[in-house]
């Protein structure tokens, strides 16, 4: 198989949700990260009989002692050897404190050996304005954020993170600035922007209210709140535009990502690529971007034309290299190609296949009244819930060797140029310190005050 000489040999810990049936969480990154070439172990943060889209689920929790308790038998049988970490979905802020403790001690074991270990940390804590997790947990993720080499937010998440409102495409800029200089996030990818025809976003706070009737294109959120984000972020892809309530919906088209990796000085080099919705609900797709763009950002980082890239901490480019023609961008650009083939296959199947759900239902008959109604209703929406399953095993191909690259060629965007200077600047503490470092061999530990 083409994904033998992929990458260079990759061992991978995955620390996300886990169903039984269907493909979300470490379900659906465990495979797209094997087809690709990477060794990977998983610590699943739940344990749950099916994602929580089909509105009832059994299963647990993983606590947070549970998630250390399981990396301490790696580290104790010297098990822990990983050159990148993928985290997901962690269902309180204990063990999101659990999961950072383990983030550090992999990037401290790593620390002589620049750009041996990679963090991909994807931020789920809500979508469309809405916060499916604890509050506190919120603070815990920025508590990460100066540890992680790449974060996947979603437009809310990234509103959170930043603490900047996003409503057009300048504040975009500026809150990757923020990530990028506040918090010394080398790369960053914004994920499921809504953008009309002007280029000017959707808000992420858009008020919610009911569907006037049941519909297949719509989810109804649960009371839990841990359900409630397994629901939000991973299916933050193309949807029905109805579901997101939002007017005027004719002049929304695209998808869109918008990526970025940090200059010297942590300026954005800020890129887009747009992808069609698909009218569609589907789950699982957050983990399915964050599990590809692993050993494809492997793959461009070592195939770069900047000499030694994948020695260098946090792989990141020198400033001379255009935001289009960074690595982060060709990785995004197989992505979108990978996931936008798989995505409109699965649609299809899904058509067919309620298509003929629906022939052999009225061709039984329901029977009568609200109740038969409701149960009718509730019945093909598990069935369709079913149908829309992303069943990535079947869809190899389409991981290994994207098609349509050309469709999916990154744009640079200029406004990351635009954005003041002073945006996402670190400000000193009650000394004017700004942070603490290590300096040259013999000087020991340095402050920075202001910009000296």
Avoid at 64 to 91: H, K, M, W
Avoid at 181 to 201: C, E, K, M, W
């Amino acid at each position: 198989m083409a994904s033998d000489t992929l990458i260079p040999e990759t061992r991978v810990l995955a620390i996300a949700s886990h169903v039984v049936h269907g493909y979300v969480g470490n379900k659906m990154a465990t495979f797209v990260m094997q087809s690709l070439g990477c060794d990977v172990s998983a610590i699943n943060t739940v344990h749950y009989s099916n994602h929580t889209a089909y509105k009832q689920v059994k299963g647990t929790k993983t606590t947070a002692q549970q998630i250390q308790d399981l990396y301490e038998g790696l580290r104790q049988s010297n098990l822990n050897t990983f050159n990148l970490l993928l985290t997901g979905y962690v269902p309180s802020a204990e063990a999101v404190q659990a999961v950072g403790k383990i983030g550090r001690d992999l990037k401290f074991n790593a620390g002589t050996r620049p750009g041996s270990f990679f963090w991909v940390l994807d931020p789920v804590m809500g979508d469309n304005g809405k916060l499916y997790i604890p509050e506190d947990e919120v603070l815990q993720y920025k508590s990460l954020l100066r540890e992680a080499d790449l974060i996947l937010p979603n437009q809310f998440e990234a509103e959170l993170l930043s603490d900047v409102t996003i409503t057009d495409l300048q504040s975009l800029a500026a809150a990757v600035q923020v990530l990028h200089r506040q918090y010394q996030v080398p790369h960053v990818v914004i994920t499921s922007l809504r953008l009309t025809r002007d280029n000017q976003t959707l808000p992420s706070r858009t008020p919610s209210r009911a569907p006037s009737k049941p519909s297949s294109s719509h989810h109804t959120p649960s009371e839990s709140p841990e359900r409630n984000a397994e629901i939000s972020h991973p299916s933050a892809w193309p949807t029905s535009s109805s579901k997101l309530d939002i007017p005027s919906t004719d002049e929304i088209e695209n998808l869109t990502i918008i990526g970025s990796t940090a200059t010297s000085d942590y300026k954005p080099r800020l890129f887009r690529i747009d992808t069609p919705q698909l009218p569609l609900f589907f789950s699982g797709t957050g983990d399915m971007f964050a599990a590809l763009v692993i050993p494809r950002l492997i793959e461009a980082v070592h195939s770069s034309s900047t000499p030694d890239l994948a020695s260098k901490a946090s792989w990141r480019s020198p400033d001379e290299v255009p935001a289009q023609d960074l690595p982060l961008a060709k990785a995004c650009q197989k992505v979108l190609a990978s996931m936008q083939s798989i995505l409109g296959q699965t649609t299809k199947k899904c058509e067919v296949t309620m298509q003929a759900y629906d022939a052999r239902v009225e061709k039984e008959g329901c029977g009568f009244g609200d109740e038969a109604l409701e149960e009718r209703e509730e019945r093909r929406h598990w069935a369709l819930m079913n149908a829309s399953e992303v069943v990535v095993p079947r869809y190899v191909r389409d991981l290994v060797d994207p098609p349509d690259l050309e469709r999916f060629r990154p744009r640079k965007l200029e406004e990351g140029n635009k954005v003041p200077e002073e945006v996402g600047k670190a400000e000193g503490d009650e000394l004017g310190v700004v942070s603490v470092g290590l300096g040259k061999t013999g000087e020991g530990a340095i402050q920075i005050v202001g910009d000296e």
